[in-house]
T-cell receptor
């Protein structure tokens, strides 16, 4: 079974530029999550989708971050404009559904460096 | 509200020695607890989870953890460390949704030959 795919793996941009990350979840997984992992910290949930609807985006800085999941499959996370403090690894995860007994599978992440 | 505290950002053990990684949680609802492992440049992999069944949970790679409500703890142990166990370990707590978790800041495990 293919895992959660993310691209690009690495991205370096200048502050005030925009950037987009892509995530392809495991086939059939209805729930998709985006996490931000700053160096030295644990992952922090940014947004959760159930199919193509947003379940929770309370931690998403909506003035600069946006995310969508068209057709309930792939998802993109965008930052515009980027700030230095956005440097982090952005992890995508997916699960069959929202239940606690369903495991969330994580992608390898996209490492963003803002200079 | 939920939170996790991992005691010790770095733990070093000798190969063959006991591994003990500490995790304390805070939760206003009955918690579900998880341990994940992250190898360099990789995503997180679930080691084990507690979902209100048995308090002693066995996971992959010989790891286990015990849920102690009175101590609000969920420490991770392994009787004998292997070089391949060197990685970063994260404890996480959630409500009903496994993927919607609050993570601790991680513990880096180093295994010395």
């Amino acid at each position: 079974e293919a895992g959660v795919a993310q691209s690009p793996r690495y991205k370096i941009i200048e502050k005030r530029q925009s950037v987009a990350f892509w995530c392809n979840p495991i086939s059939g997984h209805a729930t998709l999550y985006w996490y931000q992992q700053i160096l030295g910290q644990g992952p922090k949930l940014l947004i959760q989708f159930q199919n193509n609807g947003v379940v929770d985006d309370s931690q998403l800085p909506k003035d600069r971050f946006s995310a969508e999941r068209l057709k309930g499959v792939d998802s993109t996370l965008k930052i515009q404009p980027a700030k230095l403090e956005d440097s982090a690894v952005y992890l995508c995860a997916s699960s069959l559904d929202q239940g606690v007994n369903t495991e969330a599978f994580f992608g390898q992440g996209t490492r963003l460096t803002v200079v | 509200a939920q939170s996790v505290t991992q005691l010790g950002s770095h733990v070093s053990v000798s190969e063959g020695a006991l591994v003990l990684l500490r995790c304390n949680y805070s939760s206003s609802v009955p918690p579900y607890l998880f341990w994940y492992v992250q190898y360099p440049n990789q995503g997180l992999q679930l080691l084990l989870k507690y979902t209100s069944a048995a308090t002693l949970v066995k996971g992959i790679n010989g790891f286990e953890a015990e849920f102690k409500k009175s101590e609000t703890s969920f420490h991770l142990t392994k009787p004998s460390a292997h070089m391949s166990d060197a990685a970063e370990y994260f404890c996480a707590v959630s409500g009903a949704h496994a993927g919607k978790s609050t993570f601790g800041d991680g513990t880096t495990l180093t295994v010395k030959p």
